[in-house]
């Protein structure tokens, strides 16, 4: 297991929101409510476009943070928790960083906090996910 130091950050990612992606999230859901499956409805809503549900965020991934090498077995996700901006709607731009904001050791546990930011193409914020991930030492 290999972690740099605290504060170090993924390269920018940018990635295009399509209508498709939102679609088959939500179908895979079962969600019914209309501004996320149609434009018309979306924008009677007061929305740009079609918009992503909230959970949607979990499925915007950046680059891998340089220097961070934990193991493949082992990983338990501790937490997530998200703090929503402008609502992310089909088309936009999200450009995805990730940081390493904290780092706790107890014992054979590793607690690394990760804070991943989504900026649209406006550069205003539209997420801010924070996760921890518990690492056993000695896995593998």
Do not use: C, W
Not at 42 to 58: E, K, L, Q, S, W
Not at 100 to 114: A, H, I, N, Y
Not at 118 to 133: E, H, L, M, R, Y
Request: glycine share 8%.
């Amino acid at each position: 297991m290999n972690i740099p130091p605290v504060g170090t950050e993924s390269p920018p990612f940018s990635q295009v929101i399509e209508t498709g992606a939102i679609r088959r999230f939500v179908e895979a859901l079962g969600l019914e409510y209309q501004p996320y499956r149609d434009a018309d409805s979306a924008r009677a809503a007061g929305y740009r476009n079609v918009v992503a549900p909230p959970t949607f965020m979990i499925t915007l991934h950046g680059l891998p943070i340089p220097g961070l090498d934990l193991p493949e077995a082992g990983l338990i996700h501790g937490e997530q928790t998200f703090r929503y901006g402008e609502p992310v709607v089909a088309t936009d731009v999200i450009t995805v960083v990730s940081r390493l904001t904290d780092v706790k050791t107890r014992g054979p546990l590793t607690f690394l906090t990760l804070e991943t930011k989504g900026i649209n193409q406006d550069k205003v914020v539209a997420f801010i996910s924070t996760s921890t991930i518990i690492a056993r030492e000695g896995q593998s």
